[in-house]
């Protein structure tokens, strides 16, 4: 999941080098949103540790 998030990223970037700005903006915003939903998935997710 991480790969995607930095591939998207770094297309975001390319595209954003070649004068596709608003594009860029549209896949950078969906990278931004996959990420924080998988901090929200990490942050939220239960521990089980017995102690």
């Not at 998207?8 to 896949?27: N, W």
Request: hydrophobic share 65%; aromatic share 14%; with cysteine.
């Amino acid at each position: 999941m991480m790969t995607l998030i930095f591939l998207l990223v770094l297309v975001a970037m390319v595209m954003a080098y070649f004068g596709k700005g608003r594009l860029s903006c549209v896949v950078f915003s969906v990278s931004l949103a996959l990420s924080l939903y998988w901090f929200h998935h990490h942050a939220t997710d239960a521990l089980n540790i017995l102690l």
